[in-house]
DNA sequence: GAAGCTGATGCTACACTATAACAAAGGCCC
DNA sequence: GGGCCTTTGTTATAGTGTAGCATCAGCTTC
């Protein structure tokens, strides 16, 4: 992980081009690596769900994705959105029904995010600790784990002061 | 908790009509206790999400409501799945857009789902580590936590067979 | 270079999930 | 009876996601 940009929390205020970089560099990187095409119009769902830290739902990825690219509808975006997924470019956050690019490409995981309610900043982390404690559960009930969904909703440390 | 046989696992096998009368029992005694209302309408919708271990989706419940009561519409089963959400009785599940009854009402708790992606059988486990793991990660990036989304799709025992 | 293959995108229509907004009905208190 | 609150009825619409088939561009093979 050569991009400290991009691990920085979701913070307020940071410097967040950098962390638009660090994700398509990242990206550019691992679909070469992988002979998988990150065609212009992915590249730019990847830029337009980079926006910010928040996750973006998919018809606003639609709208925006739309004043550049006319022929956009939503099989544009999910299709593109689907294959960011596959690559672990991007996170869907289920209790949004929206999406939010992965600050930890390429490193295989399963994160946590922390979901702030009021400013909708989320945070991925990555936590051995619940991993562990996931893996134990799911052994202990013979059960095959193979995608996990964990997901906290709350105030983020700027929200709850 | 007296309600042993609701907390048998989503076994393939199982006197079932005996997790439905407890979670009805229960459902009956917990909302007289609050004094809010369990109506014949709110009870039919509990029990039809009870008639078995797996997810079902609204329109799914709405369908199966509408034999027997057929003003049924989208909002009338959306408002008692929310009422049932709110007093505890059932969960939904994210990752599906389904709900499932909630084997531990009356307790709060925010429970782990270990989802069949084969059978559907779902599964809900307390457990004490993944709770504890999930507190320390949140005071760690000085999140307050509210809400909860933990699931886990894969194989269950008998699937994976 | 024509034919055929593959992956990506264009395009229309539709399915599925959920909510808004207001009306009507019933119980309860005074 | 009138006012209040909760629940349900009813119509319409918003929001999220896919199916299915056409087209196009790049590549291979003959
Ligand atoms: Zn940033
Ligand atoms: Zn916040
Ligand atoms: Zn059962
Ligand atoms: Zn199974």
Redesign the interface.
């Known amino acids: 992980m050569t991009r400290g940009a991009a691990q920085q ?1 979701a913070h307020h205020t940071h410097n967040h081009k950098v962390c638009i970089e660090d994700a398509l560099t990242t990206a550019r990187d691992l679909c070469a690596e992988r002979g998988v095409q990150l065609t212009p119009l992915r590249e730019k769902v990847l830029q337009i769900v980079w926006r910010s830290h928040k996750p973006v739902g998919a018809y606003e990825v639609l709208d925006e994705l739309a004043r550049s690219h006319k022929s956009a509808r939503p099989p544009t975006v999910y299709r593109a959105l689907d294959f960011l997924m596959a690559e672990g470019l991007i996170h869907k956050i ?2 949004l029904n929206a999406y939010l690019g992965c600050v930890e490409a390429g490193a295989p995981h399963s994160g ?1 995010f ?1 979901i ?2 009021k400013c909708g900043a989320t ?1 991925e ?1 990555a ?1 051995p ?2 991993d ?3 893996d ?3 052994k202990r ?17 700027q929200c ?1 002061a």
Chains 1, 2 share one sequence.
Do not use: N, Y
């Open positions: 929390t289920q209790s946590l922390l702030c309610r945070e982390i936590d600790k619940l562990a404690a996931l134990q559960a799911s009930a013979r059960f095959r784990s193979e995608r996990r969904v964990v997901e906290i909703s709350g105030l983020c440390a709850a």
